[in-house]
């Protein structure tokens, strides 16, 4: 989980840059050992002159303590901390393949990623530290999918699910690729009938207009001391909030709250997308058989919610769970079922908003809209429902009226009869939501979130199931439900935590009677939807978090991610704030105010082309013109982010081994813009073009130093016209000193070229702090220093960022125009400076000019290109 950044003003240098590691981590790997020795100026006062690879390597030895030290001194009002999202299949099953417990194979795990991350002067905040698979961290996911369960939006039904035969498990939607493979292990997913835990999104789908007396706001609480004591107390405050609230209404949710979130380019309209047109809602129903309640409920969608009083029929899919699985209604819905036709069969259901029965259908279609199984059918909407109902006989009240001003009003609709349709809409959707009968404005496309895994290594789901009871939260105080030691894994089958028998059977705390534990486990998004909560506040007992850490902390400013959670773990991350925000837990509905979408550094991978099955490097024969995989098969190569399940990840030691670590963070940074993806085994190519920059930046420094150390003491007005231009170029483009050089006779003399040398330094702290850090101590050293930026003393990562000279945003009257011919530059032209965007103007400018006169006159141009970036325009002519 990447950490957050808040109130970066005036921050030091060494927070410029958060350091985030793009791909997959592995262990680490032995230093190189280098032959020879050499110094090093910051230890010994002896500058070497050319940046070796010794030098690279003691340079980064002696600094990287001292960085940690100077970022932990500097950090000020900075939270950038670091955790684990340490549950989940990956873990799991590499710790099957090692015969190895999962919980010691990801500490294990932790331990060498931490090292890593250290060993990349990546500075975190570690005592913020969480780790998602911790007791201290998941007693409190507990806490919260309780408070879900207690305001009816986390609940248990059988669905037909995804079910991925490899991993032997269930696979949420989004987790299923557009063929229909596993997002982790590749294989093609298959359908099967599961009794599964849902957390209801859909109510945080869109918003509605709140009724009178809705509970909103602080809550505000009588006076215990103990921190124990006055949890308590506001547990007790925010469970009725949670009965009343989601009663009535939620305030904002998640498509509406878009509008808040400017900067949040492109994933705010992915999500938006994936939310879907917010213009219906569902209903509940109660099924019945002659007559007779058969304890099955049913939700059903309606596009107009306005007309439900008209409704003649509900239909379902021939795919849906009553007909496969273990309701009591399937017998009688299979003995009317006959494919490819409308069948109306003998189960009714009573709609418990509106009291009214109306038959059940099962649909002759193979889809409905979206992702929906279950819609009213309601003849005054739709030509299609109206067809249906009059070849089934079917009965029904009109629900719409056209008055003389052909205005539709609702008619037959009880207290509604009327009202607009748009009146009818608003108050019957919220009337809905105060029964809790439905009324939740959503779309076709969105599901709710489906959170079982019959999987060891996850949060225990904190339920019971008594044969008395029926399913019973486990109390607040009995948490955390601890995860169980189980003797050997296998990865099959069904949940591992069925094998825990001393686990499972316990005691109803209800009544008191034999019970048995829920054996799924939860979804690590569930574990990652809030940790952004835990950072603010990581070692409270008490609490998941105190309200005033998390109103001063959050939201985050910015939040580093990839785009492929756009639409997952960003949304549950929303809607878990959304609801702990109504919950009274927090003062804000969204999580994080700015997204940085970084890319990924995508490894080269190796399936099988028919199965889909991901293959290591040394699984593959390369020796024929195409690779195929050692037991046969033919390969295919793409290169996809990198994962362990996948068998791409990147070793980024092998690359510090050889480079050094401000090589690696240059090069992450230079290979692709933050947003772009890298292409690892095509763009290493890069690698020894950022190490020679690096050493041109050393040879300027060793430059200045060794012009001041053995020439005369600088003066500035020694400089004559053309070197004063150097100078002024210099100062006006400090990448010039990289691009171009520099006399001798400037570098000795020119404040502009030490100050650019020095601020070049500055800003090359932030993302090679060790090579930055021993080029700032040697200019800090230089004789007769002319800038008061090198006198002041200090490490670089001490130092205020720069800014830029008020003169040099002066806008001048005039200015110098280069002129090329051909490609090849020929001199400058001065013109106005109001003048110098419009080609035709400068055309003229320049033809009519000395030079132009010179050069041009009697030439054919064929064409004329002025630069948008940079005073400079090229002439194309025919030689």
């Given at each position: 989980?990447?950490?957050s950044?808040r109130?970066?003003a005036?921050y030091?240098?060494?927070v410029?840059?958060?350091?985030?590691v793009r791909?997959?981590?592995?262990?680490p790997s032995?230093?190189?050992?280098f032959?020879?020795?050499?110094?090093?100026?910051?230890?010994?006062?002896?500058?070497?002159?050319?940046?070796?690879?010794e030098?690279?390597r003691?340079?980064?030895?002696?600094?990287h303590?001292?960085?940690?030290?100077r970022w932990r001194?500097?950090a000020?009002e900075?939270l950038?901390?670091?955790?684990?999202?340490?549950?989940?299949?990956?873990?799991?099953?590499?710790a099957?393949?090692?015969?190895?417990?999962p919980?010691?194979?990801?500490?294990?795990n932790i331990?060498?990623?931490?090292?890593?991350?250290d060993?990349?002067?990546l500075?975190f905040?570690?005592?913020?530290?969480?780790?998602?698979?911790?007791p201290?961290?998941?007693?409190w996911?507990?806490?919260?999918?309780?408070?879900?369960?207690?305001?009816?939006l986390?609940y248990q039904?059988?669905?037909v699910?995804?079910?991925?035969?490899v991993?032997?498990?269930v696979?949420a939607?989004?987790?299923?690729?557009?063929?229909?493979r596993?997002?982790?292990?590749?294989?093609?997913?298959?359908?099967k009938?599961?009794?599964?835990w849902?957390i209801k999104?859909?109510?945080?789908?869109?918003?509605?207009e709140p009724s009178?007396?809705?509970?909103?706001?602080?809550?505000?609480?009588?006076?215990p001391?103990?921190?124990q004591e006055?949890w308590?107390v506001?547990?007790?405050?925010?469970?009725?909030i949670?009965?009343?609230f989601?009663?009535?209404?939620?305030?904002?949710?998640l498509?509406?709250a878009?509008a808040?979130l400017?900067?949040w380019?492109?994933?705010?309209?992915?999500?938006?997308?994936?939310i879907g047109?917010?213009s219906?809602?569902?209903?509940d129903?109660?099924l019945?058989?002659?007559?007779?309640?058969?304890g099955?409920?049913?939700?059903?969608?309606?596009s107009?919610p306005e007309?439900?009083?008209?409704?003649a029929y509900?239909?379902i899919?021939?795919?849906?769970?009553?007909?496969?699985?273990?309701s009591s209604v399937?017998?009688?819905?299979?003995?009317?079922?006959?494919?490819?036709?409308?069948c109306?069969?003998?189960?009714?259901?009573c709609?418990?908003?509106t009291?009214?029965e109306v038959?059940?259908?099962?649909?002759?279609?193979?889809?409905?809209?979206g992702?929906?199984?279950?819609v009213i059918?309601i003849p005054?909407?739709?030509?299609e429902?109206l067809?249906?109902?009059?070849?089934?006989?079917?009965?029904w009240n009109?629900a719409?009226?056209e008055?003389?001003n052909g205005?539709?009003?609702?008619v037959?609709?009880?207290?509604f009869?009327?009202?607009?349709r748009?009146?009818?809409?608003?108050s019957?959707?919220?009337?809905?939501?105060?029964?809790?009968?439905?009324g939740h404005?959503?779309?076709?496309k969105?599901?709710?979130w489906l959170?079982?895994?019959?999987?060891y290594?996850?949060?225990?789901?904190?339920?019971v199931?008594?044969a008395?009871c029926g399913?019973v939260?486990?109390?607040?105080?009995?948490l955390?439900v601890?995860?169980?030691?189980?003797?050997?894994l296998?990865?099959k089958g069904?949940s591992?935590?069925?094998?825990?028998?001393?686990?499972?059977?316990?005691?109803c705390?209800?009544?008191?009677g034999?019970?048995?534990r829920?054996?799924d486990?939860?979804?690590?998004?569930?574990d990652s939807?809030w940790y952004y909560?835990?950072?603010?506040?990581?070692?409270?007992p008490?609490r998941?978090?105190e309200?005033?850490?998390?109103?001063?902390?959050?939201p985050?400013?910015?939040?580093i991610g990839?785009?492929?959670?756009a639409?997952?773990?960003?949304?549950?991350?929303?809607?878990?704030?959304?609801?702990?925000?109504d919950?009274?837990?927090?003062?804000h509905?969204?999580?994080?105010w700015k997204l940085?979408v970084?890319g990924?550094?995508?490894?080269?991978?190796?399936?099988?082309?028919?199965?889909g099955?991901?293959?290591?490097r040394?699984?593959i024969?390369?020796?024929?013109k195409?690779?195929v995989?050692?037991g046969?098969?033919?390969v295919?190569?793409?290169?996809?982010?990198?994962s362990?399940s996948?068998?791409?990840?990147l070793?980024?030691?092998?690359?510090?081994q050889?480079?050094?670590v401000?090589?690696m963070?240059?090069?992450?940074?230079y290979?692709?813009?933050?947003e772009?993806?890298i292409?690892?085994?095509?763009?290493?190519?890069?690698l020894?073009?950022?190490?020679?920059?690096?050493?041109?930046?050393w040879?300027?420094?060793?430059?200045?130093?060794e012009?001041?150390q053995?020439?005369?003491?600088?003066?500035?007005?020694?400089l004559?016209?053309?070197?004063?231009?150097?100078a002024r170029?210099?100062w006006?483009n400090?990448?010039?000193?990289?691009?171009?050089?520099a006399?001798?006779?400037?570098v000795?003399?020119?404040?502009?070229?030490e100050?650019a040398l020095?601020?070049?330094?500055?800003m090359?702290?932030p993302?090679a702090p060790?090579?930055?850090?021993?080029?700032?101590?040697?200019?800090?050293?230089?004789?007769?220093?002319?800038s008061?930026?090198?006198?002041?003393?200090g490490?670089?990562?001490?130092q205020?960022w720069p800014?830029?000279?008020?003169k040099?945003?002066d806008?001048p009257?005039?200015?110098?125009l280069?002129?090329?011919i051909n490609?090849?530059?020929?001199?400058?032209?001065?013109?106005?400076?109001q003048?110098?965007?419009?080609l035709?103007l400068?055309?003229?400018?320049?033809?009519?000019?000395?030079l132009?006169?010179?050069?041009?006159?009697?030439?054919f141009i064929?064409?004329?290109?002025?630069?948008?970036?940079t005073?400079?325009?090229n002439f194309l002519?025919?030689?």
């Amino acid at each position: 989980m990447q950490g957050s950044v808040r109130r970066l003003a005036q921050y030091p240098l060494g927070v410029v840059w958060s350091g985030h590691v793009r791909g997959a981590l592995r262990g680490p790997s032995p230093c190189l050992l280098f032959p020879s020795i050499r110094t090093l100026f910051s230890e010994t006062g002896v500058w070497e002159k050319v940046y070796q690879p010794e030098t690279r390597r003691r340079v980064e030895e002696w600094w990287h303590p001292r960085i940690m030290a100077r970022w932990r001194e500097s950090a000020g009002e900075v939270l950038n901390p670091m955790g684990w999202d340490a549950f989940g299949l990956p873990a799991e099953n590499a710790a099957i393949e090692r015969g190895l417990d999962p919980e010691e194979w990801t500490k294990s795990n932790i331990q060498s990623m931490r090292e890593q991350l250290d060993s990349l002067g990546l500075c975190f905040d570690w005592d913020r530290e969480v780790t998602t698979c911790l007791p201290d961290y998941y007693r409190w996911t507990q806490y919260l999918f309780i408070k879900l369960y207690e305001a009816g939006l986390a609940y248990q039904k059988e669905a037909v699910v995804n079910w991925d035969p490899v991993d032997q498990t269930v696979l949420a939607d989004e987790q299923v690729d557009e063929n229909g493979r596993s997002w982790r292990s590749g294989a093609v997913v298959e359908q099967k009938m599961l009794k599964q835990w849902f957390i209801k999104t859909t109510n945080y789908a869109k918003s509605a207009e709140p009724s009178p007396g809705l509970l909103q706001g602080k809550i505000t609480l009588p006076g215990p001391n103990s921190p124990q004591e006055r949890w308590n107390v506001e547990h007790k405050h925010m469970q009725h909030i949670a009965v009343v609230f989601f009663q009535i209404h939620n305030a904002q949710p998640l498509l509406d709250a878009l509008a808040d979130l400017p900067e949040w380019y492109g994933v705010k309209a992915m999500q938006a997308n994936w939310i879907g047109e917010c213009s219906g809602c569902y209903f509940d129903f109660k099924l019945k058989v002659n007559g007779e309640e058969t304890g099955e409920t049913l939700s059903a969608y309606s596009s107009s919610p306005e007309t439900v009083f008209g409704a003649a029929y509900l239909a379902i899919l021939p795919t849906h769970r009553l007909l496969y699985g273990n309701s009591s209604v399937r017998p009688t819905l299979e003995k009317a079922f006959k494919p490819g036709r409308d069948c109306l069969t003998e189960v009714t259901a009573c709609n418990l908003f509106t009291g009214l029965e109306v038959p059940l259908v099962v649909s002759h279609k193979e889809a409905f809209d979206g992702y929906l199984d279950t819609v009213i059918g309601i003849p005054d909407c739709s030509e299609e429902d109206l067809s249906i109902a009059r070849s089934l006989n079917l009965s029904w009240n009109t629900a719409l009226k056209e008055d003389d001003n052909g205005i539709q009003m609702l008619v037959n609709s009880a207290e509604f009869s009327g009202l607009t349709r748009q009146q009818g809409f608003d108050s019957i959707t919220q009337k809905a939501r105060e029964q809790k009968v439905g009324g939740h404005l959503t779309s076709p496309k969105l599901r709710d979130w489906l959170i079982s895994r019959q999987r060891y290594w996850g949060t225990p789901i904190p339920v019971v199931h008594c044969a008395s009871c029926g399913t019973v939260a486990v109390p607040e105080e009995e948490l955390p439900v601890l995860l169980p030691k189980l003797a050997s894994l296998t990865g099959k089958g069904a949940s591992p935590l069925e094998a825990a028998h001393d686990w499972v059977d316990c005691k109803c705390p209800r009544c008191k009677g034999p019970a048995r534990r829920e054996t799924d486990t939860m979804d690590t998004f569930v574990d990652s939807a809030w940790y952004y909560f835990r950072y603010t506040d990581p070692r409270n007992p008490h609490r998941p978090f105190e309200r005033q850490l998390a109103d001063h902390w959050l939201p985050v400013d910015v939040y580093i991610g990839g785009k492929e959670h756009a639409v997952m773990h960003l949304y549950y991350a929303r809607f878990l704030s959304h609801f702990c925000k109504d919950l009274g837990l927090v003062s804000h509905r969204e999580p994080f105010w700015k997204l940085l979408v970084q890319g990924l550094i995508k490894g080269q991978t190796f399936k099988l082309a028919d199965s889909g099955q991901y293959l290591k490097r040394e699984e593959i024969d390369f020796t024929g013109k195409e690779p195929v995989a050692c037991g046969g098969g033919r390969v295919e190569v793409t290169f996809e982010k990198m994962s362990k399940s996948k068998h791409n990840g990147l070793d980024p030691q092998d690359v510090v081994q050889q480079y050094g670590v401000d090589t690696m963070r240059l090069y992450v940074l230079y290979a692709a813009p933050p947003e772009q993806d890298i292409l690892w085994n095509v763009k290493t190519d890069a690698l020894p073009g950022v190490l020679r920059w690096q050493s041109r930046l050393w040879q300027l420094v060793t430059k200045l130093r060794e012009v001041r150390q053995h020439g005369d003491v600088p003066i500035p007005s020694s400089l004559k016209k053309k070197e004063l231009a150097e100078a002024r170029k210099i100062w006006e483009n400090m990448n010039y000193a990289i691009q171009e050089g520099a006399t001798a006779k400037v570098v000795q003399h020119s404040l502009e070229f030490e100050e650019a040398l020095a601020v070049l330094v500055l800003m090359t702290a932030p993302m090679a702090p060790h090579l930055s850090s021993e080029l700032w101590a040697g200019l800090c050293q230089v004789n007769n220093p002319l800038s008061d930026l090198i006198q002041r003393g200090g490490d670089v990562l001490q130092q205020q960022w720069p800014t830029v000279d008020p003169k040099y945003l002066d806008v001048p009257e005039f200015v110098e125009l280069s002129v090329m011919i051909n490609n090849k530059a020929c001199g400058t032209v001065t013109i106005p400076l109001q003048a110098s965007k419009d080609l035709e103007l400068v055309r003229q400018l320049v033809l009519e000019s000395p030079l132009g006169q010179k050069l041009l006159a009697g030439c054919f141009i064929k064409r004329a290109i002025l630069s948008p970036r940079t005073a400079l325009i090229n002439f194309l002519i025919d030689e």
